[in-house]
Every structure is written in structure tokens, then in C-alpha cells.
């Protein structure tokens, strides 16, 4: 991996955390050459770098993208932490508390953050604020700065760090080191900057997505694109939209050709619009051909 101060990116992150890259390998480049299996040359063109990536995205063929690796060091708190080590194929090492002593840092939300509990989706919350929002961020900083007191003061009388740890919040904030490939971390921050994520680990998500971007453009904009911002649609919703779009009496498959010849459609390669135009055959149930290689020629 390469060690270079410039590689260095910090962004502070809610009252006390922040997001650190110290460490990246591999490129766009990179990731395109291992598509290829090419370890001289690659490719020439920075179109065709774009055109493949986007491709293995877009198809899902995400074995290249393990050729590029992120690390970074991170510091929240212990509930986004207990959160973020669910994704289990990254590589972590975290500050003990056995080895080191807990510091006085620790999370207190801002008022306006503080608010319901949401009914339909019972894992979050609302953006409808509480009207005593402001004496329960008092509450919370002194329920936290009581727990460290006590913590401090079984420490002076002799308890040993690893019990004496054992009722600190978790709001307190924890390091940890974190490593992980591409493909990997893209399916960390799908998840983690979707808006049914937590606040708080989106915050961190989002800072990574920027950092990340700097030394992989194109792979990022390419998930935006095929990842992020898409949609999936099930068997059973597609059969409700196709039985819409039948009992509406819409040819959609002419809908589609007359809009491709009538609009530019810069955001879509000549081989994406044919394979949208298949995807719209599939869902009419019209037999289609895969072979886009041919249809592009002909």
C-alpha cells in the first residue's frame, strides 16, 4: 500500500468523532486492469476505463473491485460502532479498554436531533422533534458524565480496567482501524447512507463516499448510478406493474424506441439502451435475445 501524507483526508464527524483515510491501493485503473487480467498495458482510453467499470457495476461482475482496498481510522461512538462491526468482511482493530482507559468523550445529540419514535418503522426514529428536547440533551450529557465519574473513581480505588469498564454508556467513543476492499465498503455505504440507516453511522457513511470518490471516481459515480440511487423491483411488483401497463393498453416496447429516437440520452451508453430495451420486453413476457454484441453490429 502506499504511504504518502497527501493520501492523508480528515473530516470531523458529529461533537467529538471523526473519519480518517490513511491508506488507499489500487485506482480505477486498477480495478479495469484486473477485469482485463492485463498487468502491462491496460486500458488507453479513460472512456473505456469508464465504459468496462460501469459495465461490472451494472452487471454486478464485483470480483474487480476487491483490487482496490481503503483504510481508514474512525471515531464515534460505541452504539455506531456496535452497528458499523455488523458488516463483517472488513478487517478492525479497536482501542481496548482492558489495555487503555476510557477518555471523557462522549456523544450528547443536538436538540433537534432528539426526537419520536417512528410507529411504522419500529428501528427509528421521526423528524418530529420533542418539545423538551433541550432537558432531555441535558439529561443525556449528565446520565454519560455521571457514568464516567463513577468509572474514574472505581479506577482510584483499586478496580481493575476490564470490570471496571463494564457500565460506561454507549455513548461514549470508542477507535477503531478499518479495512476493506471496494466491493465490500460499497455495500457498506449502500446500506449505510440509505435513509432508513441511523443518523448517526449515515454521517460517517457519507464522509467516506466523499473521501473514497477522490481516488476512485468513476467506481463512485458508477454506484451512485447502479447502486445507490436505483431501484429494485420484486417478482409480484412487476407482475402488478405489467398488468397496469397491459390493462392501460400502452405499447411500451414502442413507447421506449420512440423515446430513444427522439431524445439524446447522454447518461445512457448505446448498450445500456439496449439492454433497457430488453428489460421492458422481459417484463411484457416477449423472448428476447442476450447476445448485445450481435444487436450492437447489426
Known sequence: MEKKGELLQVKNILDHGFVELVDV????QAIVNAARTSYDKGTKKVS????LIRYLMRHQ???PLEFGELVFRIRCPLFVARQWFRHRTGSYNEVSLRYSEA?????????EWITTQDRRNRQARTGTVLNDSELIRDEFNSDANDLLKKYN???ERGVAREIARINLPLSLYTTFCYKSDLRNLLNFLTLRTDSHAQFEIREYAEAMVEMAEKFFPITIQAWRDYMKNSLHFSFPELNVLKKILSEANIDINEKVSEYFDKNKTPSLAELEKIEFKDKI????GDSISLDYLKKKND
Open 25 to 28: 491501493l489500487g485506482s480505477d
Open 103 to 111: 477518555t471523557d468523550e462522549y456523544y450528547v445529540p443536538k436538540s
Open 281 to 284: 420486453r422481459t417484463l411484457m
Open 153 to 155: 473513581n472505581y479506577l
Open 61 to 63: 461482475h464485483s470480483g
Open 48 to 51: 473505456s476505463t469508464k465504459q
